[in-house]
């Protein structure tokens, strides 16, 4: 029992000692999931309380990565310039804000609208949050920070989407006003106990007591001048980083549009969608019982190695899909799968912030999302033509081969030298 609870105390001990300000993030970050109940059931209020078809619903929720892209940019620049917490408090506000004003209109054309400012909102101040943990920690501790704000988003997305599904039939517009609440309390955690930290400020107050962190940055997180462009010349590896991250995110959106769809032909549509809704429940529950263990074990390691490996475990995974058929079977895939996010999850921001200077920190956490995110945008429309063409089985063995050889190049990472 000694050991066991030595053992115990170390993975736990990861997250000791950290900077205040990430356990108000992490507060804040589950606080904010936990009401997140607009976004995991917007294709229903399109289609079940709007009334439109399910394809009109796709179409403007692709159309929506538009703005949300163009406003995730313009947040990065925002970010660098004004500071994350300026930004932070002034556009997740006024998200919520429409968000309430959402909860006091009838479904209707005008009520999608109103959704999607509020969107356009959130996508703004989107780049803040990942710049700001990249200011307040070193390279010491900002995996074990990274991860613990995983562990916080993904405790709320527990509760949050099951209380939405109970509001969503009778009390819509609890739906919204409780999105709102949830959003302005998160807020008043960051307004209230995080000081602004822009580096300007950091550096200018180099001399402070406030904390050790702000004295401790890398060369390569000095301040720079010019463009982001400039940044990325000078670090063409977080180019190739997004570049591979694209194929682990076009792996992983397969998770939520093609083991549905498999689900539903081999177990029927009903019992489908039933099994899909258990396996996702298990996937939140194994994010929250490994994520301490997984970052407790590989902090001895190379962040790239262990995103890779990541990697390596969604290509396990996915092409597992190709030849089962058994229920049990899926939940091994899932617990798989989930091990891999886990891994890429926690060390992906952790890679950036390591490599960003910290004048363009919202800049960068604005243009390389964009540029893998296209993975997960593109996934299910790639993955549908494949499906319809060659099969589901050997469409699952092209996503492994796929992300197996990005995790693969991913490793190779490793060998580029980055010069400040």
């Given at each position: 029992?000694?050991?066991n609870?030595?053992k115990?105390?170390?993975?736990?001990?990861?997250y000791?000692?950290?900077?205040?300000?990430?356990?108000?993030?992490?507060?804040?970050k589950?606080?904010?999931?936990?009401?997140?109940?607009?976004?995991?059931?917007?294709?229903?209020?399109?289609?079940?309380?709007?009334?439109?078809?399910?394809?009109?619903?796709g179409?403007?929720?692709?159309?929506?990565?538009?703005?949300?892209?163009?406003?995730?940019?313009?947040?990065?620049?925002?970010?660098?310039?004004i500071?994350?917490?300026?930004v932070?408090?002034?556009?997740?506000?006024?998200?919520?804000?429409?968000?309430?004003?959402?909860?006091f209109?009838?479904?209707?054309?005008t009520?999608?609208?109103?959704?999607?400012?509020?969107?356009?909102?959130?996508?703004?101040?989107?780049p803040?949050?990942d710049?700001?943990?990249g200011?307040?920690?070193?390279?010491?501790?900002?995996?074990?920070?990274?991860?613990l704000?995983?562990?916080?988003l993904?405790?709320?997305?527990?509760i949050?989407?099951?209380?939405?599904?109970?509001l969503?039939?009778?009390?819509?517009?609890?739906?919204?006003?409780?999105?709102?609440?949830?959003?302005?309390?998160?807020?008043?955690?960051?307004?209230?106990?995080i000081?602004?930290?822009?580096?300007?400020l950091?550096?200018s107050?180099?001399?402070?007591?406030?904390?050790?962190?702000?004295?401790?940055?890398?060369?390569?997180e000095?301040?720079?001048?010019?463009?982001?462009?400039?940044?990325?010349?000078?670090?063409?590896?977080l180019i190739?980083?997004?570049?591979?991250?694209?194929?682990?995110?076009?792996?992983?959106?397969?998770?939520?549009?093609?083991?549905?769809?498999?689900?539903?032909?081999?177990?029927?549509?009903?019992?489908?969608?039933?099994?899909?809704g258990?396996?996702?429940?298990?996937?939140?529950?194994?994010?929250?019982?490994?994520?301490?263990?997984i970052?407790?074990?590989?902090?001895?390691?190379?962040?790239?190695?262990?995103?890779?490996?990541?990697?390596?475990l969604?290509?396990?995974?996915?092409?597992?899909?190709?030849?089962?058929s058994e229920?049990?079977?899926?939940?091994i895939?899932?617990?798989?799968?989930t091990?891999?996010?886990i891994?890429?999850?926690?060390?992906?921001?952790?890679?950036i912030?390591?490599?960003?200077?910290?004048?363009?920190?919202?800049?960068?956490?604005?243009?390389?999302?964009?540029?893998?995110?296209t993975?997960?945008a593109i996934g299910?429309?790639?993955?549908?033509?494949m499906?319809?063409?060659?099969?589901?089985?050997?469409?699952?063995?092209?996503?492994a081969?796929?992300?197996?050889t990005?995790?693969?190049?991913?490793?190779?990472?490793?060998?580029?030298?980055?010069?400040?």
């Amino acid at each position: 029992m000694h050991i066991n609870k030595n053992k115990f105390n170390d993975i736990f001990s990861t997250y000791m000692g950290l900077p205040k300000e990430v356990y108000i993030l992490f507060l804040g970050k589950m606080i904010n999931c936990i009401g997140a109940f607009v976004y995991p059931l917007l294709s229903l209020i399109i289609t079940q309380k709007v009334g439109m078809s399910i394809k009109d619903a796709g179409l403007i929720l692709t159309l929506t990565a538009i703005p949300q892209g163009l406003c995730i940019i313009l947040g990065g620049k925002l970010v660098d310039s004004i500071g994350r917490k300026k930004v932070i408090i002034f556009f997740q506000s006024f998200a919520a804000v429409f968000f309430i004003v959402c909860g006091f209109i009838k479904p209707s054309t005008t009520l999608i609208f109103f959704i999607i400012l509020a969107s356009c909102f959130s996508s703004l101040a989107q780049p803040a949050y990942d710049s700001m943990v990249g200011d307040i920690t070193t390279r010491e501790n900002r995996k074990a920070s990274f991860s613990l704000i995983y562990m916080g988003l993904n405790l709320g997305f527990a509760i949050g989407p099951f209380i939405g599904g109970l509001l969503f039939e009778s009390y819509l517009p609890l739906v919204f006003i409780g999105d709102a609440i949830t959003t302005l309390i998160s807020i008043g955690l960051i307004a209230l106990f995080i000081k602004e930290t822009h580096p300007k400020l950091i550096n200018s107050n180099s001399n402070s007591s406030e904390s050790d962190y702000e004295n401790q940055v890398s060369s390569l997180e000095n301040e720079e001048t010019g463009s982001v462009f400039k940044v990325f010349l000078k670090r063409p590896i977080l180019i190739y980083y997004a570049l591979l991250m694209l194929t682990f995110q076009f792996a992983y959106a397969q998770w939520g549009f093609a083991i549905p769809l498999q689900l539903g032909q081999i177990f029927g549509s009903g019992n489908g969608a039933r099994y899909f809704g258990i396996l996702a429940s298990c996937n939140g529950l194994i994010v929250i019982l490994l994520t301490p263990i997984i970052t407790s074990l590989t902090k001895k390691y190379k962040t790239l190695s262990i995103i890779a490996s990541g990697g390596i475990l969604y290509a396990i995974a996915f092409g597992s899909c190709s030849f089962i058929s058994e229920l049990s079977l899926f939940f091994i895939v899932i617990l798989i799968i989930t091990i891999g996010e886990i891994a890429i999850s926690t060390n992906s921001g952790t890679f950036i912030a390591n490599l960003t200077p910290a004048s363009h920190r919202g800049r960068v956490n604005a243009f390389l999302p964009l540029i893998y995110g296209t993975g997960n945008a593109i996934g299910p429309s790639i993955m549908g033509s494949m499906i319809d063409s060659i099969g589901m089985n050997k469409a699952w063995i092209i996503v492994a081969i796929i992300v197996g050889t990005g995790a693969i190049f991913m490793y190779s990472l490793n060998s580029i030298k980055v010069q400040a």
